[in-house]
């Protein structure tokens, strides 16, 4: 298929290794600030914000960006996904992801 | 018999009492006809208690009523309602799979219209979670891209134009959204046929069925849950499930050990059981204790170095195991 495209599920850990890619983290936001957000995922991460972003500080994100060279997330696409997420859910899940290859991430 | 049908067969008691006052002729061809009655009302209450069970499949959403849905009859839903009178395909083929879109993707089709396979198993109806990322109503259908991270894949939702509002959608672009279907292939193009779509409101779901896919990916791949003592399968947790291991006869191991390979499992049970200071156990003494090869003991620890198990201490060659 020519446009299988994945976005891995990362946690801030993870972001060395997706360095000018695009990846899928979910967080909870902790700041902010006009067009920057931080967001805790295991980590704190930088997220830069496009014009249609609309989170909320203290519930969970999800963002869908790329990895820029400082390891902060130009997000591509923003969304907030509530206050009643589990994060260590989450980050173990990014975790298999990464543990069972063949059936999330594909290698392009 | 004929006069317990007095009461059995509403609606018909004078038919039947008749029938015990004829000649012996009369009284055989009525009895069949009571016997056609009985029948017709067992048949009836049959067919009310199937409808109920079909309410409840659709309420369920688990899709079997996909024939009216998705606007053609396919052999899964006619087998579903054949299988009263026993025949058509296995019981048991009928399986609700929950699937990544890459498993999707990269399911096998061993020729063109043959049924797919993930895994080695055939897949018939299956469940997926995703992002919605376009919607595209069409006169017959909305077509809907879906994203879940893993790979994109087009569904298409059948219109029921009897049905007041089967065109919304009800749900917006970037919404989660669980999705139970068939997967169809349509000149080499492959999408959903989808039977029911609903939002998703709780985003633990869909880290719930990431895990529930790799779950049963895990159970069809490396065989199921607690299988040969300590291959427990459930190695999707991080670290979690030791209690899950406790019923499991003679398996000392820990349950974090449960996705890693045979070799894996004995170079940690040997640098468990031999006692040998602070510093580890150094590759020769491995391969001599375990009389496994230098490089089959190199490639588990490795492994064994990636789950985090063992640590390399004095050199990159010995390994304690870490415990916290």
């Not at chain 1, 298929?1 to 850990?13: C, L």
């Not at chain 2, 018909?12 to 009655?37: F, K, N, S």
């Not at chain 2, 039977?195 to 409101?201: A, D, L, Q, W």
């Not at chain 2, 003679?250 to 940690?268: D, F, I, R, T, W």
């Amino acid at each position: 298929m020519a446009e299988q495209m994945s976005t891995p599920r990362i946690t801030a850990a993870y972001l060395d290794n997706f360095v000018g890619r695009t990846v899928t983290i979910v967080g909870k936001v902790t700041q902010l600030r006009g067009d920057q957000a931080t967001i805790d995922a295991d980590g704190v991460v930088t997220i830069l914000l496009n014009r249609d972003s609309h989170l909320a500080n203290g519930n969970a994100a999800q963002v869908i960006g790329k990895v820029n060279p400082d390891l902060s997330i130009k997000a591509l696409s923003t969304r907030d996904v509530g206050s009643g997420v589990d994060m260590t859910l989450c980050s173990a899940v990014a975790e298999l992801t990464h543990r069972h290859k063949e059936i999330f991430i594909s290698e392009n | 018999m004929l006069r317990g049908l007095t009461g059995s067969v509403p609606g018909h008691p004078v038919r039947v009492r008749q029938a015990i006052m004829r000649t012996p002729a009369g009284i055989l061809a009525e009895a069949e006809d009571a016997e056609r009655l009985l029948a017709g009302a067992v048949g009836d209450a049959v067919r009310e208690s199937r409808d109920a069970a079909y309410d409840g499949y659709s309420k369920t959403s688990y899709g079997a009523q996909g024939g009216d849905d998705s606007g053609g009859f396919f052999a899964g839903g006619g087998s579903q309602q054949g299988s009263q009178g026993g025949g058509g395909k296995s019981y048991q083929d009928e399986s609700l799979r929950p699937l990544t879109i890459k498993q999707i993707l990269d399911a096998e089709e061993p020729y063109s219209g043959a049924e797919f396979k993930v895994d080695g198993t055939p897949i018939t109806q299956i469940t997926f979670v995703g992002q919605v990322r376009s919607i595209n109503p069409q006169q017959t259908n909305l077509t809907i891209r879906v994203d879940d991270g893993t790979g994109q894949i087009d569904v298409k939702k059948w219109i029921d134009a009897d049905k007041q509002g089967d065109a919304e959608p009800g749900f917006e672009i970037d919404s989660h959204i669980r999705v139970w279907g068939r997967l169809k292939s349509f000149s080499n193009k492959r999408h959903v046929g989808a039977h029911v779509i609903r939002p998703v409101t709780d985003f633990n779901e869909v880290n719930y069925h990431l895990l529930e896919a790799t779950y049963v990916h895990l159970v069809n791949t490396q065989g199921p849950a607690g299988a040969g003592g300590n291959a427990n399968g459930d190695s999707m947790f991080v670290d979690g499930g030791d209690g899950f291991n406790a019923g499991a006869g003679g398996a000392q191991l820990p349950s974090k050990l449960s996705g890693c390979s045979a070799a894996a499992k004995k170079v940690y049970s040997y640098l468990n059981d031999t006692p040998g200071g602070n510093d580890g156990m150094h590759l020769s003494n491995i391969t001599g204790g375990t009389g496994m090869g230098m490089r089959e003991v190199i490639t588990a620890a490795d492994e064994l170095l990636g789950q985090g198990l063992i640590y390399t201490t004095v050199d990159d060659e010995t390994w304690a195991i870490l415990d916290y």
